[in-house]
């Protein structure tokens, strides 16, 4: 009972009416941002410390690749400027590879482009969207949360958005997983195996980037550099929240 009303206290009622204006506990690790303070004299130690060497530092100012970013927090911690922070904005899926990448000084939210929705995307899949998971070399954690987003209280089908069991009955897929070498060849056999027009959606920093197997030997990630990518959907892993949002911003927006 006591564990039941911490938990109640700590992240509130779990039924969420609105998705698309739902917010999370403060205690969420979320979009990092970076002020424009300035550093300690030649310090690198949020860059030091990052696991996926997702900070760079160029001319003494910082910058974030969430597509690399696994939200450890470390950077946060071992800054003694407290230059970066993380806020529980979980609004991060992005169809702009280059709006992943956090500068300094910016407060704003991840950026979503409408011109880069191909016209066939909305036209079709505004109300019904199919969806084959492929985890290509997952440790599960991505696999789990893209599997919450059936429960009762994100509910993603009652969008039209579900997962199916074949390519065949899919629109897209939804790739997550660095890509190892033994499910490069399996991976292509699924996308071969949809329809057209079919949807590419990277989930996690694993499938955006290699995550914390970047450049490992056991991975190939050539399909990532030949194919078009739709949505990238950040993380480690990405909460079903920002998840669906992703998808729901893609398939309603019109071009300007």
């Known amino acids: ?4 009303l911490k938990i109640l206290a700590t992240t509130g009622r779990q039924t969420i009416p609105d998705v698309t204006t739902a917010t999370l506990p403060k205690s969420y690790r979320g979009r990092p941002v970076i002020s424009d303070t300035t550093c300690a004299t030649d310090c690198t130690m ?3 410390h990052c696991p996926t060497t997702a900070i760079a530092i160029t001319d003494h100012h910082v910058s ?4 690399a970013c696994v939200l450890c927090g470390e950077c946060a911690d071992v800054c003694p400027e407290q230059k970066i922070t993380f806020t529980n904005d979980h609004q991060l899926a992005t169809n702009d590879r280059s709006a992943l990448i956090i500068a ?3 407060v704003s939210g991840i950026s979503f482009d409408p011109n880069l929705v191909r016209s066939e995307i909305t036209s079709t899949f505004g109300s019904s969207l199919k969806l084959r998971q492929v985890s290509a070399g997952g440790c599960n954690a991505c696999e789990l949360e893209l599997n919450a987003c059936g429960n009762v209280n994100f509910d993603m089908g009652r969008f039209g958005i579900e997962f199916v069991a074949s390519p065949r009955h899919a629109d897209g897929i939804v790739i997550t997983g660095p890509i190892s070498l033994n499910m490069s060849e399996a991976n292509q056999i699924c996308y071969d195996a ?3 027009p079919k949807i590419i959606i990277l989930t996690g920093a694993c ?3 290699g995550g914390i197997f970047a450049n490992s030997p056991a991975l190939q990630r050539a399909y990532v550099d030949t194919h078009h990518v739709d949505l990238y ?3 480690c892993p990405p909460h079903p929240l920002t998840f669906i949002n992703g998808i729901l911003t893609m398939i309603r927006s019109r071009r300007t």
């Open 1 to 4: 009972m006591l564990q039941s």
């Open 46 to 48: 949020c860059k030091d």
């Open 64 to 67: 974030l690749d969430l597509g």
């Open 104 to 106: 300094e000084g910016n």
């Open 194 to 196: 949809i329809p057209h």
């Open 207 to 209: 499938a955006i980037t």
């Open 233 to 235: 959907v950040p993380g």
